[in-house]
Each structure stands twice: as structure tokens, then as C-alpha cells.
């Protein structure tokens, strides 16, 4: 599905979800644990980690989040993106797992960890928050992942809107209809139909920032 507008990507309450847990809003951070712990997980799988450690290095992940947030600056349209932040974190957890038990990730060998161990001291003398050109390429983050991440957002604003909000969002963005038709279909006027549709989308923005 695409989720796609014509609408400009970038919000000035695109950063809202990290507003509210900044806040110290308990459903806010519910919300955003939510939405990225499985994109933490795949990466930690990618690096060779079995479910169990993964879960022990999500779980630092996220304590690492709760301590530091107030350091990240949202950047629109740059590198310093929260994902791009997020998975600068999840890379030093990763090399301090493996440093910590002295093994080579599953692939690569002792090269690949010799590797990991650079970036891990760049990383510590690199302002946190920023992410380089280089660094931000090298998230291992796939359309799928992406895709999956925009589910999760969508899922939790569902249960934040009316049914009806929701129904015309769907038919036109999901499945793509006509919005004359959807407007007829829901007994709306077709100005409704638009408003509800760029209603979600700014919730999705601000749901996921500029991811």
C-alpha cells in the first residue's frame, strides 16, 4: 500500500511523538517502544544476535533512549534523524555485546569485529545525535522494515480517531478509491473525505518523524 501524499514530508509537529515522551507521557513512551523495539530486533538479528541476547540488548537500547533523549535534535530531511539516532545506539549496544563476551559477530570474522570496534571509539567521540554520511548509510534499515514500522504508527492511531475519520482515510489511501466515491460510500462531502485524509497522514508524521 502506499501511503504516500502530495502533501510536503516534512511537519513542524513532525517530532511530536518524542515531545509528548519527553513530557514524561507513560503512553507516549508505550507508544514508541511500540513502534521500534521489532525494527531494534531486526537489526540485532543482522548482526548475528539470537532472540534471547537481542532481547537483552533492545532492553539497553531503549534505557539508553529514556537517558539521552533530551540530547537528540530532531533534524528534518537530514542525517540526524530519530532512526538514524536510534540505530547509532542499537550499534554501540551490539559492539558492547560482543566486546563483552569477546566473540566475532556471525559474519565477517575477526575483521568485522576489529571493524566494529573502530566505529565504536568514533562513535564515542562524535557528538550524540549526529549521525555522519557514512554512519547513516550504513543503517540496515529495508523497505519492509520501513513498511512495517508505518503499520505499527497506523495501528495506533486507528483507536485515536473516529470510525468514520478512519473508514475514508483507508478507502482512499489504501485501496486507492476515487475520493467522489468514498465521499458517496461514507455520506460525506468530498471536502470531509479530503480533510480526514490528510488528518491521518499529519498523525502519521508526527507518529514517525520523518522515517
Given at each position: 500500500?502506499?501511503l504516500?501524499?502530495?502533501?510536503?514530508?516534512?511537519?513542524l509537529?513532525?517530532?511530536?511523538?518524542?515531545?509528548?515522551?519527553r513530557?514524561?507521557?507513560?503512553?507516549?513512551?508505550a507508544?514508541?517502544?511500540?513502534?521500534?523495539?521489532?525494527?531494534?530486533?531486526?537489526?540485532?538479528?543482522?548482526?548475528?544476535?539470537?532472540?534471547?541476547?537481542?532481547?537483552?540488548?533492545i532492553?539497553e537500547?531503549?534505557?539508553?533512549?529514556?537517558?539521552?533523549?533530551h540530547?537528540?535534535?530532531?533534524?528534518p530531511?537530514?542525517?540526524?534523524?530519530?532512526?538514524?539516532?536510534l540505530?547509532?545506539?542499537t550499534?554501540?549496544?551490539?559492539?558492547?555485546?560482543f566486546r563483552?563476551?569477546?566473540?566475532?559477530?556471525?559474519v565477517?570474522g575477526s575483521?568485522h569485529?576489529?571493524?566494529?570496534?573502530a566505529?565504536h571509539?568514533g562513535l564515542?567521540?562524535?557528538?550524540?545525535?549526529?549521525?555522519?554520511?557514512?554512519?547513516?548509510?550504513d543503517?540496515?534499515t529495508?523497505?519492509l522494515?520501513?513498511d512495517?514500522?508505518?503499520r505499527?504508527?497506523?495501528?495506533?492511531?486507528?483507536?485515536?480517531?473516529?470510525?468514520?475519520?478512519?473508514q475514508?482515510?483507508?478507502?482512499?489511501?489504501v485501496?486507492?478509491?476515487p475520493?467522489?466515491?468514498?465521499?458517496?460510500?461514507?455520506?460525506?462531502s468530498?471536502?470531509?473525505?479530503?480533510?480526514?485524509?490528510?488528518?491521518?497522514l499529519?498523525?502519521l508524521?508526527?507518529?514517525?518523524?520523518d522515517?
Open positions: 500500500m502506499s504516500h501524499s502530495n502533501e510536503p514530508s516534512e511537519s509537529t513532525s517530532a511530536s511523538l518524542l515531545v509528548r515522551v513530557d514524561r507521557s507513560s503512553d507516549a513512551w507508544e514508541l517502544v511500540d513502534l521500534y523495539a521489532p525494527l531494534v530486533a531486526n537489526w540485532c538479528r543482522r548482526r548475528g544476535l539470537k532472540e534471547a541476547d537481542a532481547a537483552d540488548v532492553q537500547v531503549f534505557l539508553n533512549v529514556a537517558n539521552s533523549l540530547r537528540f535534535e530532531h533534524r530531511g537530514q542525517a540526524g534523524s530519530f532512526r538514524s539516532w540505530w547509532l545506539i550499534r554501540r549496544r551490539i559492539v558492547d555485546w563483552a563476551r569477546g566473540e566475532c559477530p556471525a565477517g575483521s569485529l576489529e571493524r566494529l570496534n566505529q571509539r564515542n567521540d562524535a557528538q550524540d545525535g549526529i549521525a555522519s554520511d557514512e554512519e547513516a548509510l543503517e540496515p529495508s523497505a522494515d520501513l512495517e514500522l508505518k505499527r504508527a497506523l495501528q495506533q492511531i486507528e483507536g485515536k480517531v473516529a470510525p468514520q475519520t478512519w475514508a482515510f483507508w478507502r482512499c489511501v485501496d486507492g478509491q475520493t467522489e466515491r468514498v465521499a458517496e460510500e461514507l455520506g460525506l468530498a471536502a470531509s473525505v479530503r480533510q480526514a485524509r490528510s488528518r491521518i499529519r498523525r508524521r508526527e507518529q514517525l518523524g522515517c
